[in-house]
């Protein structure tokens, strides 16, 4: 099975893309981020046609996460259990052969210790808190995602240039650390090693085409099903297309 996470950064601009790339690939669930659009104009109808089910949760300008599945979709959760009606739509869950797929679009932060950096490290706490109470450790899990941070030095592209900044600073990276704590593996470290591959490049000063990138997509799993991953890679083709994303999808394979 072919599980992928892809920021699309507005469904409605890059449906084509995203649809092309599906059947080109042959992926069988991919979680979206960043789909900026409200449910009741979600193209739900071009993606059944396509041959996917799909879970989703979105907002008109920012925001917005989903699950398309060539399977059926079950037990579906839709942000976190104690968020108000009205909270950013940031986290979906659903069931998918077995695994529990969480999708998230972790918070930007815009800049260190402001309020949204603050709220950032606080919904970060959250989402550890979320699978301590949901989710069993030697169970199937698997969180994917824009996460927004940038592990370690071989997620940068430049570790001086990058040191202290928003996505790379020491306290993202340790509240990242803590979530992984809970057993995850990053399989793209465990397939790829020491590689550096980047997820997202900069729309501006030709970011893409000299490689000045980030990885902050991620693909985590806990133990048992990080034993039936065979494979994991980014596939930066989508991020050359006429109107890309600025992020570009990351593939993992497991054999279930």
């Avoid at 669930?29 to 960043?34: N, T």
């Avoid at 398309?68 to 079950?74: D, G, H, K, P, Y």
């Avoid at 301590?132 to 592990?151: Q, Y």
Wanted: aromatic letters at 12%.
């Amino acid at each position: 099975m072919k599980i992928a996470t892809w920021n699309v950064n507005s469904i409605a601009i890059r449906l084509e893309q995203v649809l092309s790339w599906l059947e080109n690939t042959q992926t069988d669930v991919l979680c979206l981020q960043e789909t900026k659009c409200v449910d009741e104009k979600f193209p739900l109808e071009a993606i059944n046609n396509a041959g996917y089910n799909v879970a989703f949760t979105g907002q008109k300008s920012y925001n917005g996460v989903a699950i398309l599945a060539n399977r059926e979709i079950s037990d579906v959760q839709k942000n976190f259990p104690d968020d108000e009606a009205d909270a950013p739509k940031r986290l979906i869950a659903a069931t998918v052969e077995n695994i529990r797929i969480v999708n998230t679009y972790i918070p930007n932060g815009t800049e260190l210790w402001t309020d949204k950096f603050t709220f950032k490290l606080d919904w970060l706490q959250r989402l550890r808190k979320f699978f301590d109470a949901t989710c069993p450790v030697d169970s199937n899990i698997l969180l994917c995602g824009d996460f927004n941070v940038a592990p370690d030095e071989r997620d940068v592209w430049n570790t001086a240039f990058w040191e202290g900044k928003l996505h790379f600073s020491k306290p993202e990276r340790a509240a990242i650390h803590h979530i992984k704590q809970w057993g995850f593996t990053d399989v793209f470290r465990q397939i790829n090693g020491d590689e550096k591959k980047f997820s997202w490049w900069n729309y501006r000063e030709g970011a893409f085409f000299k490689n000045q990138g980030l990885r902050i997509d991620h693909i985590w799993t806990s133990k048992s099903l990080a034993e039936k991953c065979v494979g994991c890679w980014i596939d930066r083709k989508p991020r050359g297309a006429e109107r890309p994303s600025d992020h570009t999808p990351v593939v993992a394979e497991f054999k279930i």
